[in-house]
Each structure stands twice: as C-alpha cells, then as structure tokens.
C-alpha cells in the first residue's frame, strides 16, 4: 500500500525548545489509515494535523476499546534521525491490540508509516539535551454503535509532540507511594497492553498520591497485594547486593521497552539481573539490612527515573540518600548517547529514517 | 442552571418499530454539558443530534477516562412517559465518576436533563411489546494532552436510542460460558464502576465464547477464579432449593439496577436471597443434587435473561430442562409491566416525565 500525502497549507510556528513540556504540542502532520471488517486496513495517508470528527455513539467514547503506544525520534549531531527500537514498539501494540480484539497492523507499513510522518516533520525535531519528538501511534474503535462488541471500524492515526523532559525536576530522585488500596491490573486481564483501560484504573491512586506529596505509585500484585509490579508508567529496578531485581513479565504488567534496554545493557556490564517475583516486604528488609544499594524506574518517556524516596504503609524509607545512584545515572547516560547518536548502536537498537 | 434548547431543523425519518435493533439509530436530539477546571460543569443544552470534533490527543482517545450509564423511558398505554430509577443510574454514574478522577454531576441537574431530552424527542419512544427509548448517558476526558493525569475538561453527553429487544431471540434462554482464563475485574480496580476499562478488558473473552457458541460469559473472580461474578453485561442469580443466590457487591462487578429490583421484587414474593460468596463449584454441585432449579442474569437491556446452559471445563450443564424459569418469567413479566406503567408501582420506581 502506498502511503499518501497531504502537505499542511498553514505550518504551525513551532514551540520554544527551551520550555517544551510533555505531550501538549503537536506537530503539522499526522499519519491516518482506516480499517473496515472485510476490507482490512487501508488508505494510509498523511495528513494536516487536525481534529476528528465522531459520532457520539462512536464505541470508543463508551467502551475504552483503543490502544496506543509511545516511542521517540532523536536528531543527531550530523543531522540523522534515529528512532529508538520502533520494531518493539510496533510488536507491543500488535500484542495490545490481539488483548483488545483490533485486527493486527502490517509491522512493515507501520514502520514506513512512522518514518514517513517523522521525516515529513523533521524540523519539529528538538535538538537540546533531554528534548526529542515523542511519537505516538493509536488506535481507536469507530463503529457508531452502542452494543458491546468489537467495533467493525477502526482508525490508526500517529501524532507527534516534541517534548522535554517528561518530569520538569530532570534526573531528580522521586518520591513514590507504593499502592495498597487501588489496583492497576491482575493476570488475565489488560495489564501487559498498553490501553486505555490500565490507565484509566490507576488515575485515582496518582491522584491519591500527588495529595499525600509523592510523585507517582508502585503498584503491588493485586492477588496477593505483596509483589512489586511497576511504576506509574514505568518498570521498576531495585539494585540489591550488586545484583538487580525487577518483576518477571507475567501478565499484568507492561513489558517496557525501556526495561529490556536496562536489563540488556546491565548484563553487558556484568551486571546480574534477576527476573523474578519479590515482595514489598523483600525490598523493606533490603533496606533494614542495609543492601538497598539503588532504585529506579525505566520508561520511554523519562528514560531512566531514580527513586529516591519509597512510602509504604505510613513510613518513607529513603534510598541512596536521595541520591541519583550510579547505575541509574550510567544507564542514563549510555541510552540517551545511544538514542542522540554520540555512543554506538552495538545493539542494533537504533533505526535511520 | 437553565438548559437551553436548540431544536434541529431538520428531523429525520424514524425507524420501523418491527425491525428495531439495539443501539445503531438514535433520535433528533442529545444533551450535552461542559467541564472545566475552576468553573465546573457549566452550559448544560440540548441541541441537534451531530458529531463531535476533537483533536487527536484528546484524553479519552488514550486513557480511556470516561462513564457511562444506560437506562430507558417507556411510554404507558395513556401515554405517560416513564423513567425507571432514574436516581439509581445517576447516584451510580457519580460512583463511576469518582473512581475516575471525574468531577461530580449535579444529581438533580441530570435528573432534569434527562427528562429534557427525553421530552423533546418523546415521539422516538417505541411504544410495541419489548420496545422501549434507551438512554445513554456518557461523560469523556476532553484535555488535548498525552500525559497520564486526570483530565481538566470534561463533556457529559445524553443520547437517545429507540430499542428493540437486547437478545433477538427474546426471552430465551442463553448458552453461557464460565470464563477461566480471562478476567475483567478484581476489588481495588474498576469492577463497580461503568467505565470503558471493564468493558474493552471483556471484549476477548466474549469473541472466544462465541466462536464456542455460546452467547455470553459468566465471569469467576480474578483472585480464586471460582467465585460467581457477573454475566456479561448483567448480574447473575441461581434459584437453589428455592433460595435465590447472588454475588454480593464487594467491588469487581457493576451494581445492577435490575438486580436490586430482582431482589426487591423476591423479598416481597416472600423468597430468600442469599448475597453471600459461592463458587463455580457449588454451583456444579447443585445442579448434580438436583438442587439448581433456575438461573438468570439481570441488567436494563435485556431486563431478565433465563440462562439455559451453562459451559464449564469442556461439560454443558443444561439447567432447568433449557426452559424459560418460573421465577425469571414472573421477574420479567413483573418488571416489564412496571415499566411499562400496567402494574402499579409500590417501590416507587417510576419517575414521570
Ligand atoms: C504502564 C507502563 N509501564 C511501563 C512503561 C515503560 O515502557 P517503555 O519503556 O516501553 O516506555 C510504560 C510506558 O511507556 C507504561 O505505560
Ligand atoms: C458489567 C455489568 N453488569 C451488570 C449490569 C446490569 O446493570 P443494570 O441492571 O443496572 O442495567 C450491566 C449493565 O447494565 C453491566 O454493564
């Protein structure tokens, strides 16, 4: 299928990149493509960014069926732009939208389809340290229908923001609440998809937190309500012993890209990484005895998050002294150079447009 | 606040009542009101039924914040217009509201708007035997912004749609299919709440129930995955030994309305109801001592919904010989002519419009 263009006839003046913020610009163009039972996906198309029209029974709007994904365009010192692992990023959507019942996207049209809208905009790239063009990808249920059922109509559209970082504070260590009333997702559920649902679940406990002063919450199982699951939207590494420990991907929670990255780079380093399930209580007698070395959150948005303070059960335990920890900073670093193009790609994680 | 009115010019034809099928045709006009932080929830109207425009990083579209309610009007033989508990719904969506960061609606507000709407496009409401006007009201998260927080705009929307029978096969009873690999809710999620989550996380279990052949799910818990929850979009009851059992409301399924009502109207017959936990297998064993005598699953669309089989582990149980239940007949004929304004109303059920 050939990807057709519309060019933008009003460019848009372009944000200051010295006050980006996350996610509330966008840029002059944006990719479409339609999906009809029967017909398959068809009619990619790049288009002036703008607004969609819906009808109000439109099942999106009632029954929360849409996915989505996340991911970042970088421009290099020579001028190159480099995606950051999108086959993985295309891969997890296709994974949410099987959970979700919305038929599979071809991985090769949806690539072009990313590199097409990325390099139609490329001068909405941001270029300062800790800036990039946050790419997002989703899709929503379009049948104009209030039954509950899969819709027979979809539509795909990629939107992109250039962003800063996506916590104003930087690299500071962050203050976390670890959750136990609310739950995010269980085994059997949506957990591991990136929908709208999971985040619907968890605004309340943020909400929650943000009040009692914490940044964001660490979700507990919610069968058992003991193991640690994630981050807000992040995975969470709690560095013990030399050795680092962050939850198995078993379902309810999200397989983040940005996780594999660490995980990956950590055995590089020689470092062990255990994928196994721990429990709150573990990572409070890591810290009793004290082996509670580091502990940080990964996700595309602020790549490399260190948790500096842990809230739990009406006790803040302070980790590193508040201090980014080495690993998190060295993690930083490699992936952001890697992302910016100064440090090579030995992984094969960076793609050209 | 006043509502405003603005009539459309140009109505269109209305369906055939014979051929009336759920949810696709909705009437001339729809209520809507606005929400912004700081000034609340303001220019409550009723205008020409139409789309809605809205930018492609509108919150609903990623993070499924957004509630729903659904509820009927009924027109009497005299040609009163009836509403059935419309308080309930109302008090219910501002349960749904609050689970999702969504700002209160003002009850009595709604109640009104309602009626509104209803009143002007009074002609809509279908008036043959298991017709009636369904009512939908939704609120969405409207915020053009990408990061993960409560939105700071909302819209709520009423649409009106002429409604045959949920089931086309009428009140027949239905091949259900106990669910054990998915699950759609667990306390401390969004179970109780009538949001988009539960919903989209319903969707996979019911394409595979169906390529199975059977209608609906029966859901277990999401902890034990044994204990009975709910049956799709309705609550589930089991006539054992002439006692009536039913899921107590411990937050991982809706609150139906339709169950109370049951429950009411059981009390009142004189039967006992059970709103204890009980599992999958007492359920199993029952029906092996003889003791399952009916079961039907209760909600607004359907009103009472006779369960004629039930699949569990690879084995059909077939309850009460596939026959329509003494107790579900009685249940429908009973609420249906409440409804419908033939049996007087001694719960105090009926609102007027
Ligand atoms: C719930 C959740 N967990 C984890 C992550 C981290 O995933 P990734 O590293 O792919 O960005 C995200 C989002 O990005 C998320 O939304
Ligand atoms: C999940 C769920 N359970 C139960 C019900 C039954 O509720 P009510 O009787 O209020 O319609 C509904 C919907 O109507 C529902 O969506």
């Known amino acids: 299928m050939e990807i057709t263009v519309t060019r933008t006839n009003s460019p848009k003046v372009k944000p200051d ?80 939208n099987d959970r979700l019942c919305i038929p599979a996207i071809d991985e090769d049209l949806f690539l072009e389809a990313i590199k097409a809208v990325v390099k139609i905009d490329e001068d909405w790239i941001p270029t300062s340290p800790g800036t990039s063009l946050y790419i997002r990808p989703f899709v929503i249920a379009t049948d104009p229908f209030i039954g509950v059922k899969p819709s027979s109509t979809y539509m795909l559209m990629i939107i992109l923001s250039p962003v800063g970082s996506y916590y104003k504070e930087g690299l500071n260590p962050t203050k976390i609440y670890v959750e136990d009333e609310y739950v995010r997702a269980v085994p059997g559920g949506t957990g591991y998809a990136k929908t709208g649902a999971n985040y619907a679940a968890s605004l309340k406990a943020q909400v929650e937190a943000h009040k009692k002063g914490y940044s964001q919450v660490l979700w507990l199982d919610g069968i058992e309500r003991k193991y640690i699951e994630e981050v807000g939207t992040s995975n969470a590494f709690f560095k013990v012993d030399g050795k680092v420990h962050t939850a198995p991907l078993q379902g309810s929670i999200l397989g983040g890209i940005t996780r594999d990255t660490s995980i990956e780079l950590l055995k590089s380093w020689g470092i062990e990484v255990i994928e196994e399930p721990f429990t709150i209580d573990d990572v409070m007698r890591w810290h009793q005895e004290g082996k509670l070395e580091e502990a940080f959150a990964t996700g595309t948005a602020a790549v490399i998050s260190p948790i500096g303070i842990l809230g739990w059960k009406g006790n803040d335990i302070q980790i590193n002294n508040q201090e980014i920890g080495k690993i998190s900073q060295k993690l930083y670093d490699t992936i952001t150079e890697i992302q910016n193009g100064k440090e090579k790609d030995t992984f094969d994680w960076i793609v050209r447009v």
Chains 1, 2 share one sequence.
């Not at 198309?45 to 991911?71: C, N, W």
């Open 17 to 96: 990149e010295s006050s980006l913020v996350f996610g509330h610009e966008f840029t002059d163009h944006m990719f479409v493509m339609d999906y009809k039972e029967g017909q398959g996906w068809y009619d990619p198309r790049i288009v002036p960014y703008g607004p969609l029209t819906l009808d109000p029974s439109t099942m999106v709007f009632h029954y929360g069926q849409e996915t989505f994904e996340g991911l970042k365009a970088y421009k290099a010192e020579d001028g190159t732009i480099q995606l950051f692992r999108p086959k993985d990023n295309i891969r997890r959507m296709n994974q949410s």
